[in-house]
């Protein structure tokens, strides 16, 4: 028999919460100007290396990379941002000037360790803002995760903190490489990294690492005059819009892109705590792919992430939509036809054969389904239909010309 590869799940039960999931982002994103947008899943390996950085483990370790029959170097994505910045600059965006702003939801793939909350295909929804410089961007990028979580229900502690930019971070990486290079047992991930990119050493996820960097030296203590302001101001902004947040200097994020602002929601809900919803600013990305530099900002959430927690809490007994259904084939012409008025508010599933009552309960239990409609001879007769709440037990013939105002009072 052939099977899902290991790590790629079909979403067939969750599929109609991860349509929920999606459908908030969006009217979320929606209300704050963004616009769909979707980028191919298959891209040049080298806009990957060049974007998120030689230094990180997804390019070290997780890429599905390939040789495809032209000869190309090829990689299926591993995060959303690249994707779009190589599309912002293809199109000639980045010269016509002006804010962009998009959002998108699908597929990425990395080739590491399934585990609860991870796989090597999973979705995330993520949105980027290219052409705007002001703080004032960032904490609305903040602010658009914590409403989206917020009406998900979820809680989590937001992180955040500054990287600096490419006037204060030299400084500050050749302070840190000075103080890594006089300790004694870091891990060989951390040994290459400080030839790479040193500041991934404070993102080490060693116990060992942890303790031997807790004298570090960090960057907000090293930010220059625009970055410190720049930094303020977004407490501030976060502060005065009550958004509660834990300064963490040392959160760098997994990719080697970003500059400034940079910030994580994490929650402890799926086991030890995780990110749900991450991003910050990027404002030489644009330029490294070969674009005018542009300021850019934004965020990526795991799907899959989302759902888990979600689902620990759902109530597998709650019952939802309509059953419709008849007692005699002669009519079924009827119910097709009242279902197809009924869906364009509700949720319906239609029963197209005849069977006795107690069948059809049944059915609707199996369901799950919350309201029992089903057409009879006598309801027929009367221009009635027998309407039963499985939730509660009511019961009672109603007129079908009163149908749907009563569904839509319920």
């Not at 990294?193 to 060693?206: A, E, G, M, Q, S």
């Not at 203590?221 to 302001?229: G, H, I, M, S, V």
Request: glycine share 8%; proline share 2%.
């Amino acid at each position: 028999m052939i099977q899902a590869l290991r790590g790629m799940k079909d979403i067939i039960d969750d599929g109609d919460l991860y349509q929920y999931i999606v459908k908030i982002c969006e009217e979320i994103t929606l209300n704050f100007g963004y616009k769909f947008i979707e980028t191919p899943k298959l891209e040049q390996t080298s806009l990957f290396i060049r974007s998120v950085g030689e230094s990180s483990d997804i390019v070290n370790k997780e890429m599905y990379q390939f040789i495809d029959k032209g000869g190309n170097d090829v990689c299926l994505r591993p995060e959303g941002t690249a994707g779009v910045v190589r599309a912002f600059i293809e199109h000639k965006f980045d010269r016509a000037g002006g804010v962009r702003k998009y959002f998108y939801y699908g597929s990425m793939f990395r080739y590491e360790r399934p585990q609860k909350g991870r796989l090597r295909e999973f979705h995330q929804f993520g949105i980027e803002c290219f052409g705007e410089k002001s703080v004032y961007e960032d904490a609305s990028v903040i602010i658009i995760g914590a409403e989206i979580l917020n009406r998900l229900g979820i809680k989590t502690t937001l992180k955040i903190n500054s990287l600096g930019d490419k006037e204060c971070m030299p400084k500050y990486k050749a302070k840190l490489v000075e103080y890594l290079n006089s300790l004694d047992g870091l891990c060989q991930d951390c040994l290459r990294r400080i030839d790479t990119n040193p500041i991934r050493v404070l993102d080490c996820k060693n116990e060992n690492c942890q303790n031997l960097l807790k004298n570090a030296p960090l960057i907000t203590e090293n930010l220059n005059d625009e970055c410190q302001k720049d930094f303020d101001k977004l407490k501030e902004i976060l502060t005065n819009n009550n958004i509660k947040f834990e300064v963490d200097p040392k959160l760098v994020r997994g990719l080697d892109y970003y500059s400034k602002t940079a910030f994580e929601f994490i929650s402890d809900e799926i086991g030890s705590q995780s990110a749900v919803l991450g991003g910050g600013r990027y404002d030489n990305l644009v330029e490294y792919l070969g674009g005018r530099q542009t300021y850019a900002v934004g965020f990526a959430m795991g799907i899959e992430r989302i759902m888990e927690i979600l689902k620990s809490r759902t109530q597998s007994d709650e019952r939802k939509g309509i059953y419709l259904c008849a007692l005699d084939d002669k009519f079924i012409d009827e119910i097709y036809k009242l279902g197809l008025n009924l869906r364009k508010t509700h949720n319906v599933e239609t029963n197209y054969e005849a069977k006795n009552p107690a069948k059809h309960l049944k059915s609707a239990d199996n369901l799950n389904k919350k309201i029992f409609l089903c057409l009879g001879e006598n309801e027929f007769k009367n221009n009635e239909i027998w309407y039963k709440n499985l939730d509660n037990g009511d019961d009672e013939k109603l007129n079908l010309n009163d149908l749907e105002r009563f569904l839509n009072a319920r």
